[in-house]
Every structure is written in C-alpha cells, then in structure tokens.
C-alpha cells in the first residue's frame, strides 16, 4: 500500500508541476511596450513564461536568424541581408503587423523655436555632413538662437534608425555620428528632458508615456503642412513620412510548440486592444484575422521585399496584406 501511494504522489507531483516552457522574444525597443502587456496578460492566463529582451530590430534578427528566439519584435520589414541570414539557417517566419507607430521628434518644453520643423530642417541636422559641423541651432535655421544643438536617438542596430535615416536623409543608415545613440528609448527622453538645447527622436508609445516632461514636434508634411504625431494624423496618413507599420516575426519551427502558437493567437486577439493602451495606433481587425489565417495557409516569408518602405499608410498596408 505504502508503494503505491508513494507512485501515485509521485505521478501527481510530476503531472501538478511540470516545468512551464518559455517563450523566447526579443528585438525592437519600439515593439516592446506592446509585446511585453500581451506578454503579461497571457503570463496571467497560462503556466508559460514570456521573456521579452530590448536588442534593437536589427540586434533582434540576429538572434532570430540563428533559432535562438521564437519571436521577433522589429519597427521595420526584415531586410534583404536578413533574410538571407535567415535562409541559410533555414529559419522560415511569419510576417505579422501588429500596429503602426508615429515617429516622434522631441524637444524640451521650454524650447520655443523648434516646435515645427521641415524634412529639410532635420536633414540639416542629423544628416553624414553635419558632423563636428552642425552644433548650434542656428546653423539649422538663421532664426533660431545661438545655443548648443545636443542630438539623442537610435542607436545603429535600431529599426528606428533605419526608419529615421531613410524618411529624412535618404539613405538607411545614414547618419552623423556624433549624437547620443541608444537601444533604450528611456535613455533619449531623460537627455532631451535635461537639455533645453537637446532634441531626440522615438516611438511614439514613449513619448506618450513622458508627454508632461516633453514636447513633440510637428512635422511639416509633404503637402507642407505642420502635422503633430497622434493616432488621427497617422489613420488619415497626414504625419508623413513618419508614421510606419510595426511588426512581429514569429519562427515556424517555433509555431510547431504549442505554447508559441497559443501565445501568437492570444497576441492577435489582444494586439489592438493592447496597442491603443500603450498609445500606438491599432490596426483594423481584418489584419490580425488576416495574419491568423496567413499562419493556417502557411504564407511563410515577407510581403516587403526585403526592403523598408518610407511613407506606407494605414490603408495602404490593409489592401496589401489582403492579397
């Protein structure tokens, strides 16, 4: 009797407290606050662990690329020398849109000048020749004061880089190189909040989140308009170019484990909801539906090209992912 009672804890220990599997993400700094509440939310509902790590877009298709993750978080489309890292390891992915962002140029409260400014304007100031070069304010407009221009943004393995540099200088990468570079968004905002000279760019869930310590730039689009980034202005695609789709990839080796394909399901159910409560704009139900049955069909690999894609709207990305 004593031997079965003992085989028969045994068999409900084991059963009761099976080790949870963890679900492995890691990427863009900008995907972070959505992929980290659904992550949260889904931790409340099942045994499995989420990790969600901060390595930048590119930092993040790295590891992807080597099966070292199951999801990715990336602010841009996987690029062409991504996916080809990704094919030689035989890794094949999902493309899944999850929310777009505007993104959001920066200055301190008390800066008067600069609270609108042209492409051209920013050009002056983050573009290659501008290094050692363009320091004070006045030299990115004669009418603004003879003070100190201190820079904060992305760092290189940054998605938004990537964005940022092609959207103002033309060219991905692009950049001087004398600024304050980071992965960790936290770190921009407490430059740009101590420095009235300072100026800075991020995701829009960040600047949202510190709205009473900074102020955002309007941005004169292309129909040269003065465009504040908000939730309207990307719907109705007037905060160009700054406003971008942003996305998860997730491996479908890793979709072949259960808890990856439950988490997948419960992000696309809860994306929208989740997006709107960080701040960043919600896609259409249609498109989660779309990724979902994307996932069933097996339309493995990307629908960019290898390529990012400066100024795509909302509407836009809709019709596209609906083919």
Same mark, same amino acid.
């Given at each position: 009797m004593?031997?079965?009672?003992?085989?028969?804890s045994?068999?409900?220990?084991?059963?009761? +407290?099976a080790? *949870?599997?963890?679900?492995?993400?890691?990427?863009?700094?900008?995907?972070?606050?959505?992929?980290? &509440?659904i992550?949260?939310?889904?931790?409340?509902?099942?045994r499995?662990k989420?990790?969600?790590?901060?390595?930048?877009?590119?930092?993040?298709? $790295?590891?992807?690329?080597?099966?070292?993750i199951?999801?990715?978080? =990336?602010?841009?489309?996987?690029?062409?020398?991504?996916?080809?890292?990704?094919a030689?390891?035989?890794?094949?992915?999902?493309?899944?849109?999850?929310?777009?962002?505007a993104?959001?140029?920066?200055?301190?409260?008390?800066?008067?000048? =600069?609270?609108?400014?042209?492409?051209?304007?920013?050009? !002056?100031?983050?573009?290659?020749?501008?290094?050692?070069?363009?320091l004070?304010?006045n030299?990115v407009?004669p009418?603004?004061?003879? !003070?100190?221009?201190?820079?904060?943004?992305?760092g290189?393995d940054?998605?938004?880089?990537? +964005?940022?540099?092609?959207?103002?200088n033309?060219?991905?990468?692009a950049?001087?190189?004398? +600024?304050? *570079?980071?992965?960790?968004?936290h770190?921009?905002?407490?430059?740009?909040?101590t420095?009235?000279? =300072?100026?800075?760019?991020?995701?829009?869930?960040?600047?949202?989140?510190?709205a009473?310590?900074l102020?955002?730039?309007?941005?004169i689009n292309?129909?040269?308009?003065? #465009?504040?980034?908000? /939730?309207?202005?990307?719907?109705?695609?007037?905060?160009?170019?700054l406003?971008?789709?942003?996305?998860?990839?997730?491996?479908a $080796?890793?979709? /072949? $484990?259960?808890?990856?394909?439950?988490?997948? /399901?419960?992000?696309m159910l809860?994306? =929208? $909801?989740?997006?709107?409560?960080?701040?960043?704009?919600?896609?259409?139900?249609?498109?989660?539906?779309?990724?979902?049955?994307?996932?069933?069909?097996?339309?493995?690999?990307?629908?960019?090209?290898?390529?990012?894609?400066? &100024?795509?709207?909302?509407?836009?990305? #809709?019709?596209?992912?609906?083919?």
């Amino acid at each position: 009797m004593k031997l079965i009672v003992t085989a028969l804890s045994v068999l409900i220990i084991s059963t009761t +407290y099976a080790p *949870a599997q963890v679900i492995k993400v890691d990427g863009s700094s900008t995907v972070f606050p959505i992929t980290e &509440g659904i992550a949260e939310d889904f931790q409340k509902t099942t045994r499995h662990k989420v990790t969600v790590g901060i390595s930048g877009t590119g930092g993040g298709f $790295k590891k992807f690329c080597r099966g070292e993750i199951d999801i990715q978080n =990336a602010s841009r489309p996987i690029l062409q020398q991504e996916i080809d890292s990704c094919a030689q390891a035989s890794i094949k992915y999902f493309e899944l849109p999850v929310a777009f962002d505007a993104l959001t140029v920066i200055i301190h409260p008390q800066n008067t000048w =600069a609270q609108q400014l042209t492409l051209a304007q920013l050009r !002056r100031m983050w573009e290659p020749t501008a290094q050692g070069k363009i320091l004070n304010w006045n030299q990115v407009d004669p009418s603004f004061p003879n !003070r100190p221009l201190k820079l904060f943004g992305a760092g290189s393995d940054s998605g938004t880089f990537d +964005y940022f540099t092609e959207a103002v200088n033309g060219k991905s990468k692009a950049s001087r190189g004398d +600024y304050a *570079a980071t992965e960790d968004d936290h770190i921009t905002i407490k430059g740009v909040v101590t420095d009235q000279g =300072a100026l800075g760019y991020l995701g829009y869930a960040y600047y949202a989140e510190n709205a009473n310590k900074l102020k955002a730039v309007a941005v004169i689009n292309s129909k040269g308009v003065a #465009v504040i980034p908000s /939730e309207s202005s990307v719907m109705d695609g007037s905060y160009n170019p700054l406003s971008r789709p942003i996305f998860i990839y997730v491996s479908a $080796k890793s979709l /072949e $484990k259960a808890e990856v394909k439950q988490f997948i /399901e419960f992000y696309m159910l809860n994306a =929208a $909801k989740i997006s709107k409560e960080v701040k960043y704009v919600p896609l259409p139900d249609k498109v989660y539906k779309f990724n979902l049955e994307n996932i069933v069909r097996n339309r493995v690999g990307t629908i960019f090209g290898g390529k990012n894609e400066i &100024g795509l709207t909302v509407e836009e990305l #809709v019709k596209r992912e609906a083919k």
